[in-house]
């Protein structure tokens, strides 16, 4: 019998701190890869990175979804034509054209924008004494952002947090949907790509600066259809909500358990990049990424067969010690930071630039607004594993608010 069959991961409902349990007595065992829903998943930082540098494999598509229990319908349509989905060369040309638009122009507008609109919810806080950050700041300030950058209409805004909330848990793991989960997906997909033509018809009329207005100019040069503009931006709404929220969550979970951190990034802001990094790796929210052989191949030793779906445990990575010393320290000012949060290689996030301004100014700007906020119960809830893996709820104590308390 095949000894990694032997160490299969335990079946759970939500994300919490033990998952790092299970994959250091695996690693303890002698074990580069562990089972989940039938699946190898991959847990060496080594193995994980090679796959996720290696051309000979690709994102798992729409080969993943039957897993989900989809296997029609519109969210299977709008999977076949999203940038991670397509052939080599068309991956590389839709790559570089979306890039290309978060010009430094944008991401500077965009810090702003974070600043403007998390200074605003501390503020509609008022003088309470405590209140759960991840659906007052955290949600709603990347969704808002991404509204701004993006050029959609304030009026979209509600609709749009509804619709990418709900397609935000598609990236979460390989867990069935029930035939109702599905239905809600489809109805979601649908109104979300009708909400990006909108935003693609109004910038057309009204051309801004932001990041649409870039694409429709890169678009028509390259001959790119409607359909596929729109599900670039839909992706871009659905992926920079659903990360940024999460990645904002691990990253105060974190802080809050140490309180010095959090005073020290509430005193010199400019900590931020190198927090938020860190949280990344010690809590990255992707924790799981679906990958697929498109050949028989050897990695690092380990045989991988033709169209074999391997899971890339991300979170096991990230605290690999043979990568990382005391990977399970929170440590901003480590020398090792090649984390794989943001994935690696050839589908390396493309939202990653604004994930981070976003993150980076909606840290920094919490914390110097609460620098005595407390976790008064470390014990928080976690997302349900079928989602990103973050702090499903964070009731902290605010503590006093400082006179001088404005955007940076």
């Not at 598509?61 to 080599?88: A, H």
């Not at 790509?193 to 018809?201: E, M, V, W």
Request: with cysteine.
């Amino acid at each position: 019998m095949d000894r990694h069959n032997l160490f299969p991961l335990r079946v759970r409902e939500r994300h919490d701190e033990s998952q790092h349990d299970e994959f250091r007595a695996a690693r303890t065992r002698g074990h580069r890869w562990v089972r989940q829903f039938g699946l190898r998943v991959l847990i060496d930082y080594a193995d994980v990175q090679a796959v996720l540098t290696d051309h000979r494999f690709r994102t798992s598509g729409v080969d993943y979804l039957p897993k989900r229990g989809v296997t029609s319908g519109p969210l299977f349509e709008w999977r076949k034509i999203i940038l991670s989905t397509q052939p080599p060369d068309i991956h590389r040309m839709l790559r570089a054209l979306v890039s290309h638009s978060f010009t430094a122009e944008v991401l500077a507008r965009l810090r702003v924008s974070v600043a403007e609109h998390t200074i605003n919810d501390c503020t509609e806080l008022g003088r309470a004494d405590t209140a759960d950050l991840v659906t007052t700041i955290f949600h709603r300030v990347p969704i808002k952002s991404l509204c701004d950058a993006l050029g959609f209409s304030p009026s979209d805004l509600d609709r749009l947090d509804i619709v990418s909330t709900e397609l935000g848990a598609m990236f979460g793991g390989v867990v069935p949907f029930t035939p109702d989960e599905i239905r809600r997906l489809d109805d979601a997909i649908v109104e979300l790509t009708q909400l990006a033509r909108k935003a693609i018809a109004d910038r057309r009329s009204r051309p801004g600066p932001d990041v649409t207005t870039r694409l429709i100019a890169a678009a028509d040069s390259f001959g790119l259809g409607e359909d596929r503009l729109a599900a670039i931006i839909s992706n871009l709404v659905i992926g920079g909500h659903g990360i940024t929220r999460a990645l904002l969550s691990c990253t105060t979970y974190t802080l809050l358990g140490q309180p010095d951190r959090w005073r020290q990034l509430a005193a010199d802001p400019g900590l931020a990049a190198r927090t938020v990094e860190e949280a990344n790796r010690l809590h990255c929210p992707a924790a799981t990424l679906p990958y697929v052989a498109m050949r028989d191949l050897d990695v690092n030793g380990l045989r991988i067969e033709r169209d074999e779906l391997v899971l890339l445990s991300v979170l096991a990575a990230n605290r690999d010690p043979a990568q990382f010393r005391e990977p399970d320290r929170f440590d901003p000012d480590r020398s090792e930071t090649r984390h794989l949060g943001m994935g690696g290689g050839p589908h390396y996030c493309i939202g990653a630039p604004v994930a981070r301004v976003i993150a980076q100014e909606t840290m920094a700007t919490v914390a110097s607004r609460f620098p005595d906020a407390e976790l008064p119960d470390p014990t928080v809830p976690w997302t349900p594993i079928s989602q990103l893996r973050a702090p499903a709820a964070l009731r902290v104590c605010l503590g006093r608010v400082p006179a001088a308390s404005t955007p940076r």
